[in-house]
């Protein structure tokens, strides 16, 4: 992993730490639009630009690209919560390719991947196990 990554990782996770604050704080719309734009960067500086530009405007995944924006635009201009609402619903449609790998990397923690591996939970991640992750 090189240092750009490195930053990108980091710049992603500061992203949702001040998005979680900003919801905390009664939809701060400052910390949630300042975690949006730390997120947006740590995307692109992690798969990269020409990646990031290819993931967001790929066919498959317009309608997340556009309720995740749509969303941010509401969260700037003073309405948190409906901003909120849709930047979820565009997050869930845009990462949905990925939870099949977050599935695998959960069952493998070695305390929490015990909870994971029991066969209710397991039956449900096995569901999604096939997908190919989009980027």
Do not use: C, H
Not at 69 to 91: D, K, R, S
Not at 106 to 127: A, E, H, M, T, V
Request: net charge positive.
């Amino acid at each position: 992993m090189n240092d750009r990554k490195k930053i990108g990782l980091g710049l992603t996770g500061f992203g949702v730490f001040f998005s979680f604050l900003g919801i905390i704080f009664f939809f701060d719309k400052g910390l949630i639009a300042m975690g949006n734009i730390l997120f947006f960067s740590g995307v692109a500086l992690t798969i990269g630009l020409k990646s990031s530009l290819q993931f967001f405007s790929k066919r498959s995944n317009f309608k997340g690209t556009i309720s995740f924006g749509v969303g941010f635009f509401l969260v700037i201009i003073g309405w948190p919560i409906l901003g909120m609402i849709l930047e979820a619903y565009g997050f869930v449609v845009l990462f949905s390719g990925f939870w099949p790998t977050l599935a695998v990397f959960l069952q493998k923690i070695p305390i929490l991947g015990w909870i994971f591996q029991q066969p209710y939970i397991r039956s449900f991640f096995d569901r999604y196990r096939g997908k190919r992750v989009p980027v």
